[in-house]
């Protein structure tokens, strides 16, 4: 019995210390990892401070030009070399500071492609200073200008624009596409924050396009009274509406000129904004 | 032991964030004191062939497809920037704030635009937004150009400003160019007395004295951005000559001449007006397009022809 028990004990404790030593080469190989990144990192800091002092030591040699003294009366003929390596870094984070710029400020981002048989652009939009989506298209220059490819929403009459303007203004086609994309973005946005902000008008209709919205609102007084405004957006290429009309069971709150006030509030500024004014104004709940 | 480690590279990330942001200021600096040295100096390093290092190289043919790109996309966005100044507020890994300061200008119109924009990077995408939005435009075009930029300002609509600039300069240009081309073909007769990129263009002949025709040539931005053109003409005539106009030119006259434009389109329809400034010698009896300037003139819409 003894026997057996050391036996089976024995196993038991062979395989306990395994498994520790399993652990242990977990830890082992953990911190192999660490130490090599640290020293990865380290490695990298050194040059970069390394790169530092002589970017400082290359504005003191920079001096020396504006004080107008020859360039390559340099220490050393290394030092030469050093100074327009720095000068044309310095120079390459101002052209990517420029090309940043041009994004920023909505460019088309214009790629070529395929050995310039046809170009990338890209539609950033906006709306109150906060970028929305981008759409991109791809140009076949080959023959005729042609789009091959694009990601704009299937409710945009992209078909009637291109038709119109495409093989005649590259450049009038892109402004128009532009103009119309960020107006529907627009749109769509004042739809997304009167659903956020305004939580107390209802969207009855709204469609792809975002070029009609009804709206029920709650109009105060002694009784609630039901509010049904329609904007319809007849220019694609504006926020705005071109037309909005009342609907109230009550004709003389739909006549009043607290009302008449709203309807041009709506017509002259963005629905979430005219909602809130509304609002603050007690008009709607 | 571990635990030694982890901070270490903790601290060691946190300083090569901190190197890294130094590094591209002490860049951007020397680019400001010494641009345009710098890219005189460099040019014919970098836009000629041969030459440079090997570790140069690489640099060189990277400012060079650099130049190539921005040469790009300035052609297609109408747009030249001049300036670029850039200021990094805060950068961590998933924020950035950044300052920048531009310059440029839209075919002849200068433009100066300094913003804020804030970048956050959330799970599933990059929010982007401007913070802050100031515009200075320069040029005799912009006379009533501030409400559009004071409204663009307020909502911090860069993009529209720019899309606005763009296609108002399309229509100052297309202004200018038929102005100058008046004044250049009849010299005598068109006058540009506030030059060619202002609106404003009179039509008078040396032989009628006290009767002129000016045209107002006004380009309208509301303020959401939208870029109207508009044409007005104004009649002026000396007293004697008043008294013959019988058929009321001057009261009509403007009128007619928005019926013209809408027939034979602008360039064609201030020919037509200046040609009438011609005085003929009495010889001619027929119907002609030429005619004197007397009141008794009639536009005729139909035949578009301008008889007694």
Request: proline share 2%.
């Amino acid at each position: 019995m003894e026997a057996v028990e050391q036996g089976v004990l024995g196993h038991l404790m062979a395989l306990e210390r395994d498994g520790m030593g399993q652990q242990d080469q977990h830890e082992s190989q953990r911190l192999e990892m660490l130490k090599v990144r640290a020293v990865t990192l380290r490695a990298q800091r050194d040059q970069l401070k390394h790169q530092a002092d002589a970017v400082k030591v290359r504005r003191i040699l920079k001096d020396k030009i504006s004080k107008d003294l020859p360039l390559d009366d340099v220490d050393a003929a290394g030092g030469f070399i050093d100074l327009q390596k720095s000068l044309l870094t310095a120079w390459r984070m101002q052209l990517k500071d420029l090309q940043r710029a041009h994004h920023l400020i909505g460019g088309y981002d214009l790629v070529e492609c395929k050995e310039g048989k046809s170009v990338c652009v890209s539609f950033h939009t906006a709306f109150e200073g906060v970028y929305l989506e981008t759409y991109n298209m791809e140009l076949d220059l080959t023959r005729t200008v042609q789009i091959s490819r694009h990601n704009i929403p299937p409710s945009f009459p992209l078909e009637s624009i291109a038709k119109q303007i495409l093989q005649k203004d590259l450049k009038a086609f892109l402004q128009t596409l532009s103009q119309k994309l960020n107006a529907f973005a627009g749109r769509r946005q004042q739809v997304c924050l009167l659903k956020e902000l305004v939580g107390s008008v209802e969207v009855m209709e709204s469609n792809q396009l975002c070029n009609i919205l009804v709206l029920m609102c709650t109009a105060q007084g002694e009784t609630p009274k039901a509010v049904l405004c329609t904007l319809e957006y007849g220019d694609l290429t504006q926020c705005l509406p071109t037309r909005v009309s009342i609907e109230c069971e009550d004709k003389t709150l739909s006549e009043s000129p607290q009302w008449k006030k709203n309807q041009s509030l709506l017509l002259e500024s963005p629905a979430h904004t005219a909602l809130l004014t509304m609002r603050r104004m007690g008009s709607i709940a | 032991m571990e635990q030694k480690y982890e901070e270490e590279i903790q601290m060691l990330q946190q300083e090569i964030e901190m190197l890294e942001a130094e590094q591209e200021e002490t860049l951007r600096s020397i680019f400001i004191e010494h641009g345009d040295r710098l890219q005189h100096e460099l040019l014919c390093l970098v836009f000629e062939e041969g030459g440079g290092e090997q570790d140069l190289s690489i640099l060189i043919t990277e400012v060079r497809e650099l130049e190539k790109d921005l040469r790009r996309q300035t052609e297609i966005n109408g747009i030249a920037l001049n300036e670029c100044f850039v200021k990094t507020l805060h950068k961590s890994e998933r924020k950035l704030v950044q300052q920048l300061r531009l310059a440029g200008h839209c075919s002849v119109l200068l433009f100066q635009v300094e913003f804020a924009v804030t970048e956050i990077q959330e799970d599933d995408a990059l929010r982007r937004r401007v913070t802050e939005l100031n515009i200075v435009v320069d040029g005799v075009e912009f006379k009533d150009f501030s409400a559009f930029v004071s409204r663009v300002e307020d909502t911090k609509d860069l993009l529209l400003f720019f899309r606005t600039l763009r296609t108002f300069s399309e229509r100052c240009e297309e202004r200018r160019q038929t102005f100058q081309h008046f004044q250049e073909k009849y010299p005598d007769v068109v006058s540009l007395p506030e030059g060619c990129r202002s609106e404003l263009m009179i039509i008078r002949s040396p032989q009628l004295p006290g009767t002129s025709m000016t045209i107002f040539w006004k380009i309208d931005v509301s303020m959401e951005g939208v870029v109207k053109p508009s044409l007005e003409l104004l009649l002026k005539m000396s007293d004697q000559a008043r008294e013959f106009d019988t058929k009321k030119v001057m009261e009509n006259g403007s009128n007619y001449f928005q019926s013209l434009l809408q027939i034979l389109g602008v360039e064609a329809s201030i020919e037509g007006l200046i040609r009438t400034m011609f005085v003929r010698s009495h010889k001619t009896s027929q119907r002609s397009r030429r005619g004197n300037f007397i009141p008794n003139l009639l536009f005729d819409i139909n035949t578009c022809t301008i008889t007694r």
